[in-house]
């Protein structure tokens, strides 16, 4: 059964820095392009980065959020750095499985003085 599990938001002032976590289960992440994602209340949920042999990111994350993976752990991670208060939103971590897309249940992240 595949599961995705984030954790590490929160409180972070401006210009801070956050490190979310997704544990996946069920499957080997080696072998599967993982993404992270984000939505806002009443707006549609936005991709944010994916890795797989390499990385990519959206426009408005690029210099400032990096997507790690840790196949031995079956982890993955986004460093979110110079954090403004439009980088407030749940963040997702996500992957395609068997062509079937699995999202976690997210993680809030707060900018805000």
């Known amino acids: 059964q595949v599961q995705l599990v984030e954790s590490g938001g929160g409180l972070v002032q401006p210009g801070g820095s956050l490190r979310l976590s997704c544990a996946a289960s069920g499957f080997k992440t080696v072998e599967y392009i993982l993404r992270w994602a984000r939505q806002v209340p009443g707006k549609a949920r936005e991709w944010v980065a994916t890795t797989d042999s390499d990385s990519s990111y959206a426009d408005f994350v690029k210099g400032r959020f990096i997507i790690f993976r840790d196949d031995r752990k079956n982890m993955m991670y986004l460093y979110m750095n110079n954090l403004t208060p439009d980088d407030t939103a749940v963040y997702y971590c996500?992957?395609?499985?068997?062509?079937?897309?699995?999202w976690g249940q997210g993680t809030r992240v707060t900018v805000s003085s």
């Open positions: 996500g992957t395609t499985y068997n062509h079937e897309d699995f």
